[in-house]
C-alpha cells in the first residue's frame, strides 16, 4: 500500500507523524514546490536545505546588544514616543512590552496590507513575532519570513534586533485527524524536528530564537493508544517531556534554535495541586538534563492572559506561579479575547474586547430585509437552479453545489441560531466567504452564468455585511457599557482609549506579563496598539488596580447581561 499525502500535511509536519505511528506503512510525499522528499525508517526531512550550525556567529540569530542596538536607534529617532520595554530573564533580549502574533494572517487577500502591518511594528518598537506551521497552514510564516527579509535586506532592522519566537509540537488539528493517538507523537523528537525545519524554509531564516512547545492536556498524557487496538502504552509527563527537551536541547546544539520553553491556549481555573505536582516534574526534567548536558535551555511559559481569563491558568496549572518559580520569560496570548460561560449555556462562547458600531445611523432591518429578498430572488431566478429543479443533469460536472450558491435561503431559514456575534464572524470568513468564493469561480468558467454570477457575488456579500451589521447593532449596548465599567476602574490611565486598547493597556500594566502578544493585522491596528500617545503613556499620578479588579468588573457584566443569544 502506497499513501501520498498533499502538501498542507507536509507543511504541518504529519507525514513525520504518522510515519511513526506506522513505521510499516510507505509514503510519498510533495512538498509546496512540487518536488517528491524520500524518507527513512525514523525520520524524513521535508526540504534539502542545510542550515548553519556555527553558534558562534550572531548575525542570524536575536541577541542582547542587537535588540539593545534596536531601541537606541529608536529613541534616537523620535525621542518624544519612546516603546514600553522590558528586558527578558535569562536571554537579557530587551525587548517591546507588546509582541506581533502572526495567527491569521497569510490568506492570499490582503497580504499587501497584513506586511505593511508587519513592517510598520518592526519599525516601532515590536521586535518580538510569533510564528507557527500551524498558522494558516504555513502561509503566514511565508509572509511573515518575505517581510522580515526585505527588512533585513533593506538595512531597516538587522537580524539580531528581533526575537522570533515559534510554536512547535501539539495542535488540536492533529488531534482531530489522528485521535487520541496524536497526544504523544505531538512531543516526539521526529515530529519537533520536521516542524522546527519546515518553519526555519517558510521564514528563510537559519535560527528560531525561542521555540515553544505546545503543552497536550496532562490527564491525556497518562495512557496513549499505540497502533493495535488491542494493545495501550502509558507514558508519564515526566518521560514525554524530557524526551521532548532532549531533543529541543539537540537543536539548540545544531544552532537552528536558541532557546525553548512551554506554551497551551487551553485555559482553566487554576489548581494549586497541579501546579505543585507539575513544578515538581519540571524540576526533575530539568535536573535530570543538567546532569546529561551540564545546563538547559527552557526559559519561558506562554499561556492565555485577558480581561476574563485573568489568572494565566492552563490545564489547571498556574503559569505565572511556575514562571516565577524558574525565573522565566512570561508571554501571554489571546488578550482580546476570551471564551465564557453563560448561566443558561453548556458550552463556552467566544467574545472580543473590542468597541461595535452599533450602526445608529441607518435603519438596519429594512436594509438586511432588502438585500435578503434581492439575494433570494437571484437564486430563484438561476438558470442552474432551474435545470436542477425540473430534473435535469448538466454536462458540464464541475458545477458547484445548489446549497453554495443558495445564501439567502440558507441565512433566511438559520438566521435564529446565528445570534452569537463573533461566531458568525468567524464562519463568514471562514466558511461562507470561501465556499461562495470557490463556486463562483467554477460557475462564472460557463458563459451560460457569468452574468447571473457577477450580480450574485455583489448582492450575497451586501447581504452578509448587512447581517454583521445587524448582529453588532444587538451587542454594541453591552459592549459600551462593559467599556464604560472598565474605564471607571482608572480613569486616569484608560481615558480616551477604545475597549481594546483599554484591555490591552491594563494587560501591560498588570506585570504579570514581559510580552503581550498581540494580533495586529492592519496597519490601523499597528497605531492603535503601538503608536497611540494613551498606549505609550507612563507618567501617571494614580496607580492601576489588579487585573483581577478589572476581571471582576468584566464576570459582573456577563453575569448581569441580558442574553441576547
Same mark, same amino acid.
Given at each position: 500500500?502506497?499513501?501520498?499525502?498533499?502538501?498542507?500535511?507536509?507543511t504541518a509536519g504529519y507525514g513525520t507523524?504518522?510515519?511513526?505511528?506506522?513505521?510499516?506503512?510507505?509514503f510519498t510525499l510533495h512538498n509546496k514546490?512540487?518536488?517528491?522528499?524520500?524518507?527513512?525508517?525514523?525520520?524524513?526531512?521535508?526540504?534539502?536545505?542545510?542550515?548553519?550550525?556555527?553558534?558562534?556567529?550572531?548575525?542570524?540569530?536575536?541577541?542582547?546588544?542587537?535588540?539593545?542596538?534596536?531601541?537606541?536607534?529608536?529613541?534616537?529617532?523620535?525621542?518624544?514616543?519612546?516603546?514600553?520595554?522590558?528586558?527578558?530573564?535569562?536571554?537579557?533580549?530587551?525587548?517591546?512590552?507588546?509582541?506581533?502574533?502572526?495567527?491569521?494572517?497569510?490568506?492570499?487577500?490582503?497580504?499587501?496590507?497584513?506586511?505593511?502591518?508587519?513592517?510598520?511594528?518592526?519599525?516601532?518598537?515590536?521586535?518580538?513575532?510569533?510564528?507557527?506551521?500551524?498558522?494558516?497552514?504555513?502561509?503566514?510564516?511565508?509572509?511573515?519570513?518575505?517581510?522580515?527579509?526585505?527588512?533585513?535586506?533593506?538595512?531597516?532592522?538587522?537580524?539580531?534586533?528581533?526575537?522570533?519566537?515559534?510554536?512547535?509540537?501539539?495542535?488540536?488539528?492533529?488531534?482531530?485527524?489522528?485521535?487520541?493517538?496524536?497526544?504523544?507523537?505531538?512531543?516526539?523528537?521526529?515530529?519537533?524536528?520536521?516542524?522546527?525545519?519546515?518553519s526555519l524554509e517558510n521564514l528563510d531564516?537559519?535560527?528560531?530564537?525561542?521555540?515553544?512547545?505546545?503543552?497536550?492536556?496532562?490527564?491525556?498524557?497518562?495512557?496513549?493508544?499505540?497502533?493495535?487496538?488491542?494493545?495501550?502504552?502509558?507514558?508519564?509527563?515526566?518521560?514525554?517531556?524530557? *524526551?521532548?527537551?532532549?531533543?529541543?536541547?539537540?537543536?539548540?546544539?545544531?544552532?537552528?534554535?536558541?532557546?525553548?520553553?512551554?506554551?497551551?491556549?487551553?485555559?482553566?481555573?487554576?489548581?494549586?495541586?497541579?501546579?505543585?505536582?507539575?513544578?515538581?516534574?519540571?524540576?526533575?526534567?530539568?535536573?535530570?538534563?543538567? *546532569?546529561?548536558?551540564?545546563?538547559?535551555?527552557?526559559?519561558?511559559?506562554?499561556?492565555?492572559?485577558?480581561?476574563?481569563?485573568?489568572?494565566?491558568?492552563?490545564?489547571?496549572?498556574?503559569?505565572?506561579?511556575?514562571?516565577?518559580?524558574?525565573?522565566?520569560?512570561?508571554?501571554?496570548?489571546?488578550?482580546? *479575547?476570551?471564551?465564557?460561560?453563560?448561566?443558561?449555556?453548556?458550552?463556552?462562547?467566544?467574545?472580543?474586547?473590542?468597541?461595535?458600531?452599533?450602526?445608529?445611523?441607518?435603519?438596519?432591518?429594512?436594509?438586511?430585509?432588502?438585500?435578503?429578498?434581492?439575494?433570494?430572488?437571484?437564486?430563484?431566478?438561476?438558470?442552474?437552479?432551474?435545470?436542477?429543479?425540473?430534473?435535469?443533469?448538466?454536462?458540464?460536472?464541475?458545477?458547484?453545489?445548489?446549497?453554495?450558491?443558495?445564501?439567502?435561503?440558507?441565512?433566511?431559514?438559520?438566521?435564529?441560531?446565528?445570534?452569537?456575534?463573533?461566531?458568525?464572524?468567524?464562519?463568514?470568513?471562514?466558511?461562507?466567504?470561501?465556499?461562495?468564493?470557490?463556486?463562483?469561480?467554477?460557475?462564472?468558467?460557463?458563459?451560460?452564468?457569468?452574468?447571473?454570477?457577477?450580480?450574485?457575488?455583489?448582492?450575497?456579500?451586501?447581504?452578509?455585511?448587512?447581517?454583521?451589521?445587524?448582529?453588532?447593532?444587538?451587542?454594541?449596548?453591552?459592549?459600551?457599557?462593559?467599556?464604560?465599567?472598565?474605564?471607571?476602574?482608572?480613569?486616569?490611565?484608560?481615558?480616551?482609549?477604545?475597549?481594546?486598547?483599554?484591555?490591552?493597556?491594563?494587560?501591560?500594566?498588570?506585570?504579570?506579563?514581559?510580552?503581550?502578544?498581540?494580533?495586529?493585522?492592519?496597519?490601523?491596528?499597528?497605531?492603535?496598539?503601538?503608536?497611540?500617545?494613551?498606549?505609550?503613556?507612563?507618567?501617571?499620578?494614580?496607580?492601576?488596580?489588579?487585573?483581577?479588579?478589572?476581571?471582576?468588573?468584566?464576570?459582573?457584566?456577563?453575569?448581569?447581561?441580558?442574553?441576547?443569544?
Open positions: 500500500m502506497q499513501c501520498t499525502l498533499p502538501p498542507s500535511l507536509c507523524l504518522l510515519r511513526r505511528l506506522s513505521p510499516s506503512l510507505p514546490r512540487g518536488g517528491e522528499v524520500s524518507h527513512n525508517n525514523s525520520f524524513f526531512l521535508l526540504n534539502r536545505r542545510s542550515f548553519c550550525t556555527n553558534t558562534s556567529n550572531n548575525n542570524h540569530k536575536a541577541t542582547p546588544k542587537g535588540t539593545s542596538k534596536y531601541f537606541e536607534r529608536l529613541s534616537s529617532q523620535n525621542a518624544q514616543q519612546t516603546p514600553l520595554t522590558t528586558q527578558l530573564p535569562q536571554t537579557n533580549w530587551l525587548v517591546g512590552k507588546i509582541g506581533f502574533n502572526g495567527q491569521k494572517i497569510g490568506f492570499s487577500e490582503g497580504k499587501g496590507v497584513q506586511s505593511e502591518a508587519i513592517s510598520l511594528s518592526l519599525r516601532n518598537g515590536c521586535n518580538v513575532i510569533q510564528v507557527s506551521g500551524s498558522f494558516e497552514k504555513g502561509q503566514s510564516e511565508e509572509l511573515i519570513g518575505a517581510t522580515l527579509n526585505r527588512l533585513f535586506e533593506e538595512n531597516e532592522i538587522q537580524r539580531e534586533e528581533v526575537v522570533v519566537v515559534n510554536r512547535i509540537g501539539y495542535t488540536p488539528s492533529l488531534s482531530n485527524i489522528l485521535g487520541d493517538s496524536a497526544i504523544f507523537p505531538t512531543l516526539s523528537p521526529s515530529l519537533l524536528q520536521s516542524q522546527i525545519t519546515q531564516l537559519k535560527c528560531i530564537d525561542l521555540a515553544l512547545l505546545h503543552l497536550p492536556p496532562t490527564d491525556n498524557l497518562l495512557q496513549i493508544r499505540t497502533n493495535s487496538p488491542s494493545q495501550t502504552q502509558t507514558y508519564s509527563l515526566f518521560d514525554s517531556l524530557l *524526551s521532548a527537551f532532549l531533543h529541543l536541547e539537540s537543536e539548540v546544539e545544531q544552532g537552528r534554535i536558541q532557546y525553548y520553553g512551554l506554551t497551551s491556549r487551553e485555559y482553566s481555573t487554576p489548581s494549586s495541586h497541579k501546579t505543585s505536582a507539575f513544578t515538581q516534574t519540571l524540576t526533575n526534567i530539568l535536573d535530570t538534563i543538567r *546532569s546529561k548536558k551540564g545546563a538547559h535551555h527552557f526559559v519561558a511559559v506562554e499561556y492565555p492572559l485577558n480581561l476574563f481569563e485573568a489568572q494565566g491558568s492552563v490545564d489547571g496549572i498556574s503559569f505565572p506561579k511556575v514562571a516565577h518559580d524558574f525565573n522565566l520569560i512570561r508571554l501571554s496570548q489571546r488578550p482580546l *479575547s476570551a471564551f465564557f460561560l453563560t448561566p443558561t449555556q453548556k458550552d463556552p462562547k467566544y467574545v472580543r474586547f473590542a468597541t461595535v458600531d452599533s450602526h445608529s445611523d441607518i435603519d438596519i432591518t429594512k436594509e438586511l430585509k432588502e438585500k435578503m429578498d434581492q439575494t433570494i430572488h437571484l437564486e430563484e431566478t438561476c438558470l442552474l437552479m432551474k435545470l436542477r429543479e425540473k430534473g435535469v443533469t448538466d454536462d458540464n460536472k464541475n458545477l458547484p453545489a445548489s446549497k453554495d450558491i443558495s445564501w439567502g435561503r440558507v441565512l433566511a431559514s438559520s438566521h435564529e441560531r446565528l445570534r452569537d456575534l463573533w461566531e458568525w464572524k468567524f464562519i463568514v470568513e471562514n466558511q461562507i466567504k470561501p465556499t461562495l468564493d470557490e463556486a463562483l469561480q467554477k460557475m462564472s468558467s460557463d458563459p451560460r452564468y457569468l452574468g447571473w454570477t457577477l450580480q450574485y457575488r455583489v448582492v450575497a456579500r451586501e447581504m452578509l455585511k448587512r447581517y454583521t451589521w445587524a448582529l453588532e447593532s444587538i451587542h454594541s449596548s453591552f459592549y459600551d457599557k462593559m467599556k464604560n465599567e472598565v474605564e471607571c476602574l482608572w480613569n486616569e490611565g484608560l481615558k480616551d482609549m477604545n475597549l481594546s486598547q483599554m484591555a490591552l493597556k491594563a494587560l501591560i500594566v498588570s506585570g504579570q506579563s514581559d510580552v503581550v502578544l498581540t494580533g495586529m493585522r492592519t496597519p490601523e491596528y499597528v497605531e492603535q496598539f503601538l503608536l497611540s500617545n494613551e498606549m505609550l503613556r507612563t507618567d501617571y499620578q494614580t496607580s492601576p488596580p489588579p487585573l483581577s479588579s478589572f476581571n471582576e468588573v468584566v464576570n459582573n457584566a456577563f453575569d448581569e447581561r441580558k442574553d441576547p443569544y
